[in-house]
């Protein structure tokens, strides 16, 4: 039996993140495992929990080599927690760590745990780096030899193009273009422009920059490996600089997305704590916020919609669920992909056109109050390790609505292979 027909509220205690560094930097000698470790030890001394059994814990990576087979539990077993605590790996591109927050959430409203975490993490720098298929089955069929004849056999196929190396891909398989490339479609579909793009970047930034010089990431970033804040905000960018930066996926003159209005390749971890109520009191730690509401979605990206606008579809089911508005919230936490996917998905909820005849609706969803959007910055500026924004988000919306001390807040994460990942926190 799953439960006894009653839920729990999903209480947020808290999260903690290491910093996001630009890929081929500051993380570059770290790998997957090092950096969860890392940021599961934080947490786990931040919250007291050296020792404790926690009911599940729910991790993943997008970029992964084959030893990270067991990265969650590996994970786990280094950071403190009780080794009796289980975990298991998942992925759902880029979001999925905030999966991860909704599958735990999901098992303490069930009542089959009492606490858990939701976490993920990536690193572009430490990218496995595999070789020709032509190659490997050389290998695998010389290993498969029973004389030694067979064994040697093989290679004798050997050639020099099998040791050119094959670094992961970044094209959707389907399509074959890039996210990037992708989102550029999506971009003169909702007839975007490159300086209202560069203009969500710019806030970005600036966003970013003074939510660190105000102290808001105080508690919820560690120092690592010599960083002590994200190292891809720019303080002294401008509108001025970011137009001069050509075009990075269309280049026949009618591009407009460009590295400064895009995500940066970045290595990272973040980390979410989650619990039932009666947990948290036991231990006397105050409830940030509850996560209440999720919906996925997925779009046909082939043929029919943009890889990133599955979020739009999402969004509009679980407003529905829940019995809201829009408007209805106090902080809009997007991430930002590119600008134009963020742009894209604001556009589409205007637009009495795609609301009708995409998501079935009489009236538009209506406009997000810009001033309420990533308020202490987006993806563009503090980056984008894969697996991790989703956590990243979470902790930082929690920590937003614990500060005001009431309201909700709305996150929104497009993932490549045309998915959406959504919820809904409430201040506790």
Excluded at 42 to 50: C, I, K, P, Q, S
Excluded at 136 to 159: H, N, Q
Excluded at 172 to 188: D, H, I, Q
Excluded at 268 to 277: F, I, K, Q, R
């Amino acid at each position: 039996m799953l439960n006894d027909g009653v839920s729990r509220r999903a209480a947020i205690i808290g999260g903690v993140r290491i910093p996001f560094a630009r890929a081929h930097g500051a993380y570059a000698r770290c790998s997957n495992q090092d950096m969860m470790t890392a940021t599961l030890r934080a947490l786990v001394e931040r919250y007291g929990l050296g020792g404790q059994r926690l009911g599940d814990v729910s991790l993943g990576a997008v970029i992964k080599h084959s030893r990270d087979y067991n990265l969650a539990r590996e994970s786990v077993l280094g950071s403190g927690l009780a080794p009796e605590t289980p975990a298991f790996d998942l992925q759902r591109a880029c979001g999925t760590s905030l999966s991860g927050c909704v599958q735990i959430a999901n098992k303490i409203a069930l009542g089959q745990i009492e606490a858990g975490i939701g976490a993920g993490v990536d690193t572009v720098s430490d990218a496995p780096i595999v070789y020709p298929d032509e190659y490997r089955r050389i290998l695998l069929e010389s290993f498969r030899g029973r004389s030694l004849g067979e064994r040697l056999k093989p290679w004798l196929r050997l050639r020099p193009r099998h040791f050119k190396p094959q670094l992961p891909g970044v094209a959707e398989p389907r399509t074959g273009l890039s996210m990037g490339e992708s989102t550029e479609l999506t971009a003169k579909e909702w007839n975007l422009g490159r300086e209202e793009q560069d203009e969500l970047a710019l806030a970005s930034h600036q966003r970013a920059h003074a939510a660190y010089e105000q102290g808001f990431y105080q508690d919820l970033v560690v120092p690592f490996e010599g960083l002590e804040k994200d190292n891809n905000v720019r303080p002294d960018t401008s509108l001025e600089k970011l137009g001069k930066l050509k075009p990075a996926f269309d280049r026949s003159g009618s591009g407009t997305m460009t590295a400064g209005n895009s995500t940066p390749l970045t290595d990272g971890s973040a980390s979410v704590l989650l619990c039932s109520e009666d947990w948290a009191r036991e231990r006397s730690l105050p409830v940030q916020a509850w996560l209440t509401h999720s919906r996925v979605a997925a779009v046909d990206f082939v043929d029919e919609e943009g890889l990133l606008m599955a979020p739009a579809y999402a969004v509009s089911e679980m407003l529905d669920a829940a019995g809201l508005a829009l408007q209805d919230f106090d902080f809009y936490e997007i991430h930002e992909a590119f600008a134009a996917q963020t742009l894209s998905t604001l556009k589409a909820w205007e637009s009495a056109e795609f609301c009708r005849e995409r998501l079935g609706r009489d009236e538009p969803l209506g406009a997000v109050d810009r001033s309420k959007l990533n308020v202490v910055g987006g993806s563009i500026a503090i980056g984008h390790p894969f697996a991790a924004t989703g956590a990243r988000i979470v902790a930082t919306l929690a920590e937003l609505l614990a500060r005001k001390g009431s309201g909700r807040g709305l996150v929104s994460v497009c993932t490549a292979g045309g998915m959406g990942v959504t919820a809904i926190l409430e201040a506790a």
